[in-house]
């Protein structure tokens, strides 16, 4: 994001933002909820949250001062580590929620991992201490094992014990939130005009592109445009968190404007611009880098050196996928957690994706390529999208919750992975004697070194260990009497068909061929 000169003069106390991290189920959404006094978990499918939300509230002091505070909540499933990275990057303050039943959990660590590559100050917040099963201690230790020093413990880092159920602990959060940002002296200029970071975007079929964004430094108001990467959008409507559009907003606030040309990516930083002239000049200029940059990594790939062999790629099959979801960044992570299932044999290949509902495209897309299916994440099948797939068979399949799709993709890569050939050895065998040869058949004796000969198998003849040909056991006799099997030790006879001629001291594998 470009760096404004700001005024000293002109520099005011702003409110913090604040992003909410931490594991799967350790209460984020029920903290943000209680806060804000509205059921964001009963609107979110599975219990879990599967986007950013921003909610700003006034918090009165104990000085009777008030002060505004923007909150920002992240997924804790493992697929949405964009998002949560994206969160901390936009805060000023970190909130790391651990539960007092689970402790320290995978997505904690994780969490944890990104707020310290961020610097920003965090402070942790132990929850369901109403819990019968709630254990503070044993949560406490477990932070100090992973280097969380809360104070008490060998550190400064200030934590909260709460429940977001109830309600205890959270008048307390929220004073340690406003000191700790009255420490970090967050100041900002509300003249400049508007910055800071994209933190979602969809596609809403009435209105267009909108995305939302959360101010950082100045004050967005309507006229101005505003310069996401390559996307732009003149400001003409502005709609706060509480979806009242306003003429103007300042810094630390969440807002959410349309009319880019194109879909910002979440995470982008935002300039805003007085006029559309300076807007498309910074576009151009960003364009312009890019390429620049592209021209710079360019690399060919170095011939393979005298003796080396170049490996060989190997043929996968592939389950071809187009993806819809509602918003950008639901749709990476969507994208990557699909991408990690790939195995061996198989894997996911992404042919077209996009924000929105499935349409006529992406159904012809999917019906264009063998095996193709679309998957829809959080949006509906437009009429022609429908009626297209039911009238060519072409799965579309919908889903509302992460794991869900996921565990539906697994099976169906299991089902279509391709069984591969092997050869299992049944038994091994010595050839003693060699007693008639005719025309690609022989009549030879043998023992059983280990395992079982079986009749009818197919057989592989090596000499000093190296293969020489094969063959087919045409007939097995133990003490001159037909038999299906041999055993282990056993001495028998046997008619063999092969090319290749058996002499005393060969070694026959007996192996069938199975499918995996």
């Given at each position: 994001m470009p760096k404004k000169q700001s005024n000293n003069e002109t520099l005011i106390e702003r409110p913090p933002v604040i992003?909410?991290?931490?594991h799967i189920d350790h209460g984020k959404s029920t903290l943000l909820d209680f806060?804000?006094?509205?059921?964001?978990?009963?609107?979110?499918?599975?219990?879990?949250?599967q986007h950013i939300s921003a909610y700003e509230l006034t918090h009165k002091r104990g000085d009777?001062?008030?002060q505004r505070i923007t909150f920002l909540d992240t997924p804790g499933h493992q697929a949405f580590s964009g998002?949560?990275?994206?969160?901390?990057?936009t805060a000023d303050i970190a909130i790391l929620i651990v539960s007092a039943e689970d402790s320290v959990k995978a997505q904690t660590i994780e969490s944890l991992k990104t707020i310290k590559e961020s610097g920003i100050p965090f402070i942790v917040a132990i929850n369901k201490i109403d819990k019968p099963g709630a254990n503070v201690e044993k949560t406490k230790n477990e932070l100090v094992e992973h280097e969380v020093y809360i104070e008490g413990y060998g550190g400064d880092i200030?934590?909260?014990?709460?429940?977001?159920?109830?309600?205890?602990?959270?008048?307390?959060?929220?004073?340690?939130?406003?000191?700790?940002?009255?420490?970090?002296?967050?100041?900002?200029?509300?003249?400049?005009?508007?910055?800071?970071?994209?933190?979602?975007?969809?596609?809403?079929q009435k209105c267009g592109i909108t995305t939302t964004l959360i101010v950082k430094e100045g004050t967005l108001s309507k006229g101005m445009f505003v310069v996401a990467e390559e996307a732009i959008s003149p400001v003409r409507v502005i709609t706060d968190f509480l979806g009242r559009q306003v003429?103007?907003?300042?810094?630390?606030?969440?807002?959410?404007?349309?009319?880019?040309?194109?879909?910002?990516?979440?995470?982008?930083?935002?300039?805003?611009?007085?006029?559309k002239k300076e807007a498309e000049e910074a576009v151009r200029l960003f364009i312009e880098k890019k390429v620049i940059g592209k021209k710079e990594i360019v690399t060919k790939k170095p011939a393979p050196q005298a003796g080396e062999i170049e490996e060989a790629e190997v043929k996968k099959a592939i389950f071809p996928i187009v993806l819809k979801s509602d918003t950008l960044g639901t749709l990476e992570a969507i994208e990557r957690e699909l991408l990690q299932l790939n195995q061996e044999l198989i894997?996911?290949?992404v042919i077209q994706k996009g924000v929105g509902s499935i349409n006529e495209s992406d159904v012809k897309m999917a019906g264009a390529t063998e095996g193709g299916v679309v998957i829809g994440f959080n949006v509906k099948t437009d009429s022609t999208g429908g009626e297209i797939s039911m009238r060519n068979n072409i799965p579309v399949k919908l889903f509302n919750?992460?794991?869900?799709?996921?565990?539906?993709?697994?099976?169906?890569?299991?089902?279509?992975?391709?069984r591969v050939e092997s050869e299992e050895i049944t038994g091994v065998a010595k050839i003693l004697k060699v007693f008639s040869s005719t025309k690609n058949k022989q009549v030879a004796g043998g023992r059983v070194l280990t395992g079982t000969l079986i009749s009818g198998s197919n057989i592989i003849i090596k000499r000093r260990d190296v293969e020489i040909g094969r063959g087919k056991i045409v007939e097995l006799q133990q003490q001159k009497l037909k038999t299906k099997e041999v055993e282990e030790g056993i001495e028998f006879g046997m008619l063999i068909e092969s090319k290749i001629d058996v002499a005393p001291g060969d070694t026959i594998e007996s192996f069938m061929v199975v499918q995996k």
């Open positions: 992003v909410i991290t931490g806060i804000r006094k509205t059921n964001i978990v009963e609107g979110e499918a599975g219990g879990i949250t009777g001062r008030e998002m949560r990275e994206r969160g901390v990057e200030p934590y909260v014990l709460i429940s977001a159920k109830t309600g205890e602990g959270i008048p307390e959060l929220l004073d340690i939130i406003l000191l700790v940002a009255d420490m970090a002296e967050l100041k900002g200029n509300p003249s400049l005009p508007a910055s800071g970071m994209v933190i979602e975007s969809r596609l809403d003429d103007s907003i300042s810094f630390s606030s969440p807002v959410s404007i349309v009319g880019f040309n194109k879909i910002p990516s979440p995470g982008a930083p935002f300039t805003s611009y007085k006029t894997e996911v290949k919750i992460i794991y869900k799709l996921t565990e539906w993709v697994e099976a169906e890569l299991k089902e279509r992975k391709p």
